[in-house]
């Protein structure tokens, strides 16, 4: 069955005449077909359009993320630099802490030999011993600021005791000091007080006469030592006294030993209480093996038995 044709007259500029044929069905063809053309073309560029809308969101929001994690990496990065400053300046501090303790320990086992004291109760070396009931509703954590804060005040408080445990140990050192160079003890290990200080009867010229030391007899070449430590003055022949030997102390004390056997000390020499200083003789103004004793201080004599035990 033959279809319907159509036949179009077209005119150019020129007045010439064309007749063109067209198919009514296939001209409704081709115009749905351009339609579903145009149609899907539109909705392509739509959907790519949407497309490209929801890349550019979820790219805008990678950029947003990455960002972010940047900022925390360096977020990160500041609060590691800051742990380990608070760190090192913990460390610091606990070295200053425990060059304080060392000092502390050093100079409490310094102080327990000078005073005399029991090492086996002041040991420095062992902690001090604690204890009490547990309470455990009142434990709680320290936080790093209350932690730094009491051992700063620690620190501190090893540092005054440091200070007070210095000034300890240099009036026990002046203590010490005082005692070993104050006159006092024996100067012979067995003698016998002939002749006190003060006034007397001369046994070469039977008159009165002011002794200024003290005679403490003895057997021939037995020690005389010194009675507290010091420095050799004198060592040598003496008029009256015979071989003398006087030592001088500090804080303005002086002591003489006379007549004696052998010095056995020289002049310069630095001495000890209780240190043998010579041999007892009966050398100079003498009647017999002793030795006398003068204790001078700040230039006068003063009785030697107020400081000795003879």
Do not use: C
């Not at 400053?85 to 606990?94: I, T």
């Amino acid at each position: 069955m033959n279809q319907a044709s159509h036949t179009l007259l077209l005119a150019n500029r020129y007045g010439e005449i064309h007749s063109v044929a067209f198919n009514p069905r296939h001209a409704s063809l081709l115009a749905l077909a351009a339609i579903i053309v145009i149609a899907g073309s539109i909705l392509f560029s739509g959907f790519r359009a949407g497309i490209n809308t929801e890349a550019r969101h979820q790219l805008s929001e990678l950029v947003a993320l990455r960002t972010l994690i940047q900022q925390q990496q360096t977020e990160i990065v500041r609060i590691h630099k800051e742990a380990q400053g608070n760190l090192d300046a913990l460390a610091l501090r606990l070295g200053r802490m425990q060059a304080h303790m060392l000092r502390l320990d050093t100079l409490g086992e310094r102080l327990v030999q000078q005073a005399d004291l029991d090492d086996a109760e002041f040991d420095f070396n062992m902690p001090p011993p604690v204890g009490g009931p547990h309470n455990a509703a009142s434990h709680s954590t320290i936080s790093v600021p209350d932690f730094l804060s009491m051992l700063e005040a620690l620190n501190r408080a090893a540092a005054d005791r440091e200070t007070k445990l210095m000034a300890l140990e240099q009036l026990i050192m002046n203590r010490n000091l005082h005692a070993r160079t104050l006159p006092s003890g024996r100067a012979v290990e067995h003698g016998l007080l002939s002749s006190k200080y003060g006034k007397r009867i001369d046994p070469f010229t039977g008159m009165q006469e002011h002794h200024k030391g003290i005679d403490i007899a003895g057997k021939e070449g037995s020690r005389i030592m010194a009675v507290a430590d010091g420095v050799v003055t004198w060592a040598g022949e003496r008029t009256g006294y015979g071989k003398l030997v006087e030592i001088r102390h500090g804080n303005g004390y002086v002591t003489r030993y006379g007549h004696n056997k052998q010095p056995l000390v020289k002049a310069g020499d630095t001495v000890s209480k209780g240190e043998a200083i010579a041999l007892m003789g009966s050398t100079g103004r003498s009647t017999g093996p002793h030795v006398h004793i003068e204790v001078i201080h700040d230039g006068k004599q003063v009785n030697p038995a107020r400081y000795l035990n003879n």
